[in-house]
């Protein structure tokens, strides 16, 4: 079985819950997820079955697409929900529709944001996590996220009380940490805030009406009609150029041996290309590192030399 299934993970399991429990529903090893998501997180999360792992990481480096409610007036150790109150303000908000507005638009473009100490950042070859779980505070690199948009859900004028909250829709580059982002959003309204709930509906060209539960699952594979679901490996590579071949041409050949070949004119324009035979994926293969006006593959699909032969008359 190979393919990319796009699960809906539902909340109380580990992104690794979910690739244990498929591997027994699969009856298969060769699983993997493209990117974690919380316990306390549902969502899309895109599964990667047999050849498919090979492109888990373009998934993983893709946009993103969530749903979330930002709480205005505490802010706790995790960012979120889970985590121990840090710090609270009791005071009567009264918080505009104009002010979160003004907040999230100077929040959107090109960003800095300090991942959170309850995170998988590694620092000196220790994940973020391991050091707060132990009290101890170490000094968190910076790094630069996108965010392309962010939408007030929320239709209220004003959003008062003490612990006045509004939902926004976020689509993010790789890499973004939406509970970091609202803080920063309370931060711009002069408030300690936290991330209280968050949905991931959409992880590269995946959204939440493509998706299936792990009982879904099951149900689809004891039936015998789980592979007719799965999308083909290709479905992740969007974006990339593609350079589709004639069966016939000499590139081929080449191409399906993985060689280092001179710089197709594709790269004029294009950082990654990827090569196609009958809108199959073959190879993607970027400029060599090394070696100037030359290419090298970085990743190679599995073929069917047998069938690919017989397709292509022997020739």
């Known amino acids: 079985m190979d393919g990319i299934l796009p699960l809906w993970k539902e909340k109380g399991l580990t992104s690794?819950?979910?690739?244990?429990?498929l591997r027994k529903i699969l009856r298969t090893k060769k699983v993997g997820h493209t990117g974690t998501l919380d316990p306390n997180v549902e969502g899309v999360l895109p599964i990667c079955i047999g050849s498919a792992t090979k492109v888990a990481s373009y998934i993983t480096d893709s946009g993103k697409e969530y749903?979330?409610?930002?709480?205005?007036?505490?802010a706790t150790e995790t960012e979120d929900a889970d985590g121990a109150v840090v710090e609270e303000d009791l005071s009567?908000?009264?918080?505009?529709?104009?002010?979160i507005l003004q907040a999230v638009e100077s929040l959107t473009g090109s960003i800095t944001q300090i991942p959170p100490m309850y995170s998988a950042v590694k620092v000196n070859g220790r994940k973020l996590y391991e050091y707060a779980r132990k009290g101890i505070e170490v000094e968190?690199?910076?790094?630069?996220?996108h965010i392309h948009e962010i939408e007030l859900l929320?239709?209220?004028?004003?959003?008062?009380?003490?612990?006045?909250?509004?939902?926004i829709r976020v689509s993010c580059g790789k890499g973004t940490y939406i509970r970091t982002l609202a803080v920063q959003i309370g931060e711009h309204l002069g408030y300690p805030a936290h991330?209280?709930?968050?949905?991931?509906?959409?992880?590269?060209?995946?959204?939440?009406n493509d998706c299936r539960t792990l009982d879904e699952v099951r149900k689809m594979q004891d039936e015998g009609i789980l592979e007719m679901f799965l999308k083909p490996l290709e479905s992740a590579l969007n974006g990339i150029a593609e350079v589709k071949l004639d069966e016939n041409e000499e590139l081929l050949s080449k191409i399906l041996n993985g060689q280092v070949l001179p710089l197709h004119p594709v790269f004029d324009s294009a950082d990654?290309?990827?090569?196609?035979?009958?809108?199959?994926?073959?190879?993607v293969y970027a400029p060599h590192s090394e070696k100037?006006?030359?290419?090298?593959?970085?990743?190679?699909?599995?073929?069917?030399r047998r069938e690919g032969e017989k397709d292509r008359g022997n020739n």
Do not use: W, Y
């Not at 690794?16 to 429990?21: E, P």
């Not at 749903?67 to 505490?74: D, F, H, N, Q, W």
């Not at 990654?272 to 190879?283: G, R």
């Open 16 to 21: 690794h819950d979910c690739v244990f429990k």
């Open 92 to 99: 009567n908000k009264v918080i505009t529709r104009e002010q």
């Open 67 to 74: 749903i979330a409610e930002v709480l205005i007036g505490k």
């Open 195 to 208: 991330m209280s709930q968050l949905v991931r509906t959409a992880s590269g060209t995946f959204t939440q």
């Open 140 to 145: 968190r690199p910076e790094r630069i996220v």
């Open 272 to 283: 990654e290309a990827l090569f196609m035979l009958n809108n199959k994926a073959l190879a």
């Open 154 to 167: 929320s239709e209220e004028s004003q959003f008062q009380g003490v612990e006045p909250r509004f939902t």
């Open 292 to 304: 100037k006006g030359l290419m090298k593959p970085v990743k190679m699909f599995p073929v069917n």
